[in-house]
């Protein structure tokens, strides 16, 4: 038995959160969808390392039957990158302000390729009985840095709740990239301040994909108040695919 209603015959859609936010942040896409009548689910990204995080994926994916279509934002496009390999099930992959590295890269040394990125400076740590390091972005430079163009209130509530990543997830390389064997989206922000936009492009180009959206002023979370758009590229990727 699938964990979603597949009996509308569209692929699922499996939406990936990244680090500093959680599955909330799919809100509106996912009410979209729910009304053009795709089974969806907002998987609850570990943000506990790349190789992790993609076998808890695969451990999802194993569980729904029929197409797929994979949205990642932010860190979880690394993890829908390493998690889809070799998955026949996955037929697009959207990456919405998210990593699409190659084989050997790291989120930390992508997002630092080009000139743009101010996270480093807006992080907070939590040291864990472990050893390890979860980050979090300060609640006061929230806004700024990851969500600025969303309304202040929704922001500073987004930045109570958001979900932080242990710091070695950002510096673990990535493996087999599954953009090389299924066809691939993407939107961005134009500024966005996690990724700069001329790593997205890049990667985006790389890719080879399918249709790429910039949105002028769009900030690192420019998929909340332009839910619209990622699902109108959702809809695109399900009906092409491979």
């Given at each position: 038995?699938?964990?979603?209603?597949?009996?509308?015959?569209?692929?699922?859609?499996?939406?990936v959160h990244g680090a500093f936010a959680e599955s909330a942040s799919w809100?509106?896409?996912?009410?979209?969808?729910?009304?053009?009548?795709?089974?969806?689910?907002?998987?609850?990204?570990?943000?506990?390392?790349?190789?992790?995080?993609?076998?808890?994926?695969?451990?999802?994916?194993?569980?729904?039957?029929?197409?797929?279509?994979?949205?990642?934002?932010?860190?979880?496009?690394?993890?829908?990158?390493?998690?889809?390999?070799?998955?026949?099930?996955?037929?697009?992959?959207?990456?919405?302000?998210?990593?699409?590295?190659?084989?050997?890269?790291?989120?930390?040394?992508?997002?630092?390729?080009?000139?743009?990125?101010?996270?480093?400076?807006?992080?907070?740590?939590?040291?864990?009985?472990?050893?390890?390091?979860?980050?979090?972005?300060?609640?006061?430079?929230?806004?700024?840095?990851?969500?600025?163009?969303?309304?202040?209130?929704?922001?500073?509530?987004?930045?109570?709740?958001?979900?932080?990543?242990?710091?070695?997830?950002?510096?673990?390389?990535?493996?087999?990239?599954?953009?090389?064997?299924?066809?691939?989206?993407?939107?961005?922000?134009?500024?966005?301040?996690?990724?700069?936009?001329?790593?997205?492009?890049?990667?985006?180009?790389?890719?080879?994909?399918?249709?790429?959206?910039?949105?002028?002023?769009?900030?690192?979370?420019?998929?909340?108040?332009?839910?619209?758009?990622?699902?109108?590229?959702?809809?695109?990727?399900?009906?092409?695919?491979?």
């Open positions: 038995m699938s964990i979603t209603d597949t009996t509308s015959g569209k692929p699922t859609v499996v939406l809100n509106g896409v996912i009410a979209a969808l729910l009304g053009d009548g795709f089974p969806a689910i907002a998987v609850a990204n570990p943000l506990r390392g790349v190789k992790h995080d993609a076998d808890y994926l695969r451990s999802v994916l194993a569980q729904i039957q029929g197409p797929i279509v994979l949205v990642g934002h932010s860190y979880g496009g690394t993890v829908i990158t390493n998690g889809a390999t070799g998955n026949g099930q996955v037929k697009a992959l959207v990456y919405v302000g998210g990593f699409a590295p190659d084989t050997g890269e790291s989120a930390a040394e992508l997002a630092g390729r080009y000139e743009g990125g101010s996270l480093g400076e807006t992080l907070t740590a939590v040291k864990l009985p472990t050893g390890e390091t979860d980050l979090y972005i300060r609640q006061d430079r929230y806004h700024a840095q990851f969500a600025a163009d969303s309304p202040a209130a929704d922001a500073a509530v987004m930045a109570v709740t958001q979900r932080p990543i242990v710091e070695s997830a950002l510096n673990e390389p990535s493996a087999e990239p599954a953009w090389r064997a299924i066809p691939s989206w993407f939107l961005f922000g134009s500024e966005d301040k996690n990724i700069p936009a001329a790593v997205q492009r890049f990667m985006a180009e790389r890719a080879g994909s399918r249709r790429t959206v910039e949105l002028a002023g769009g900030s690192h979370t420019v998929g909340i108040p332009e839910a619209a758009a990622v699902v109108e590229l959702i809809r695109e990727a399900a009906a092409a695919g491979r």
